[in-house]
């Protein structure tokens, strides 16, 4: 006879080992309905705007006006919108843009991007493009210069725009001014007046219902299923247990007892593994020089299969993330030795003369404290990167960027200085925007962060 005890019902068992597959696959579905609701419904909420509208951010981050986390940057101005496709396609309009850096990169519900607009994709001349509902092949008027078809019924849009500095602000604002969301029963019309919505459903709450997630779950994916062929097997697998675009947050309560008690049981374990991943920060990472390259599959990883990755790094710790050839961003925690990186003491960064970062665009590195918010520092300098002014750079070309609390004495360093915490730990990104091949391929290895 068996040692082991007899489960009472393997039901349960069932429903929680392919429960806990089910919720990695579809945790998009849980963080997305969530930022949805909020950033519609919500007027306190980071990004708030109605369904095609953007909600546009029109001033640089410091650390008395952003506290809120989630690595900030301080390149370009963000736009957020969401794109309500259940009417129809939505036309997305910018207008001339020049030579200056933007990008819109636009994902489908389950945080896997299908899309971009902006000058490494469709360049800088002032364009409308049409984003298509799902299964919508009618015909576009001549001038929407291009389309994509959206997965789902929802999408994601997210916008940034580069910023040189705060004189550059107001310029970045008025291209703002000119981006827009139009459905498409409304493109020609002089003025058109795109009507606010915001009837997007309230995710259940997990805090008292321990089926809440799967009921949102199964609500966002009818909502929004997926194209029949992707990822079928594993639909119907989870199909067994009652969850996927076939069924209802009503039918959650109505399964079988063994089966909810398995999937509460999945739901309670495995968002806590997912945050973990996030706190580790190295899940499929690739470690050079303490820098981390993020994984390969990033921005599209469900299209990859790679459903792990998407949940944590891609959705859960980006809410989307951009594809490597538009930008790649490389956190580092740790110095040369291993060492975390901490307050109070020194460290320099030394790129040499044809070791700095291989980009089409630019590049930055941020300082972060523990709460992933900007250092405080008296100078309000928070980044430096190939824009910053006045960088020195050695008689062999070398450029060594100085990390400590206290300003360098020498003039020349001083300029190269990047504040740091005078206690506790911090730590850097280093974003590289419009990477070149070396980046994308991850061959490309950024000097370590050295203890001085």
């Not at 710790?317 to 020194?346: K, M």
Request: glycine share 8%; charged share 20%; with cysteine.
């Amino acid at each position: 006879m068996s040692d082991h005890p007899a489960t009472e019902d393997w039901r349960e068992e069932y429903a929680y080992t392919l429960g806990a597959q089910a919720y990695i696959y579809a945790f998009p579905l849980v963080y997305l309905s969530k930022l949805r609701y909020d950033w519609t419904n919500v007027s306190d909420s980071s990004f708030f705007a109605s369904l095609n509208h953007f909600h546009h951010k029109r001033v640089l981050s410091n650390h008395i006006n952003y506290t809120s986390g989630g690595s900030p940057n301080q390149d370009t101005l963000y736009s957020w919108g969401w794109l309500d496709l259940r009417q129809g396609p939505v036309v997305l309009t910018h207008p001339e843009m020049g030579n200056r850096y933007f990008t819109f990169e636009i994902a489908d519900m389950f945080s896997d991007n299908f899309a971009y607009v902006g000058k490494r994709t469709t360049g800088g001349a002032a364009g409308a493009f049409a984003i298509l509902s799902p299964g919508w092949d009618g015909e576009l008027p001549s001038d929407i210069l291009g389309s994509f078809q959206s997965p789902t019924r929802f999408a994601l849009v997210f916008g940034r725009t580069l910023v040189k500095d705060e004189k550059d602000v107001a310029a970045v604002n008025a291209l703002q001014d000119g981006y827009h969301m139009i459905p498409l029963a409304l493109w020609g019309q002089s003025d058109p007046q795109v009507p606010e919505g915001r009837d997007v459903f309230k995710p259940y709450d997990s805090a008292h219902d321990p089926l809440a997630d799967w009921k949102t779950i199964n609500s966002a994916w009818s909502e929004n299923p997926l194209p029949k062929d992707r990822d079928t097997e594993l639909v119907r697998l989870f199909g067994e247990i009652g969850i996927g675009p076939d069924f209802t947050a009503e039918s959650v309560d109505a399964l079988p007892e063994p089966t909810r008690q398995g999937l509460a049981r999945a739901a309670a374990t495995t968002r806590p593994m997912l945050d973990a991943m996030i706190a580790t920060g190295a899940y499929k990472a690739k470690l050079l020089n303490g820098w981390m390259y993020p994984p390969r599959t990033f921005g599209r990883a469900g299209l990859h299969g790679d459903f792990v990755v998407r949940a944590s790094g891609q959705c859960l710790g980006g809410i989307i993330s951009n594809d490597a050839e538009e930008a790649v961003y490389l956190p580092a925690f740790n110095d040369v030795g291993g060492d975390p990186l901490v307050g109070g003491r020194r460290y320099a960064i030394r790129f040499g003369a044809d070791e700095l970062p291989p980009v089409d665009q630019f590049w930055s590195i941020t300082m972060y404290g523990r709460d992933h918010n900007f250092v405080p520092n008296d100078t309000m300098r928070y980044s430096i990167g190939d824009r910053t002014p006045d960088l020195a750079k050695a008689a062999d070309g070398s450029l060594s960027i100085y990390i400590q609390p206290n300003p360098p004495t020498d003039p020349a360093e001083r300029a190269n200085w990047l504040p740091s915490p005078r206690q506790g730990s911090f730590h850097l990104v280093l974003r590289t925007y419009g990477p070149k091949q070396p980046i994308i391929d991850q061959v490309w290895v950024p000097p370590a962060v050295t203890p001085a």
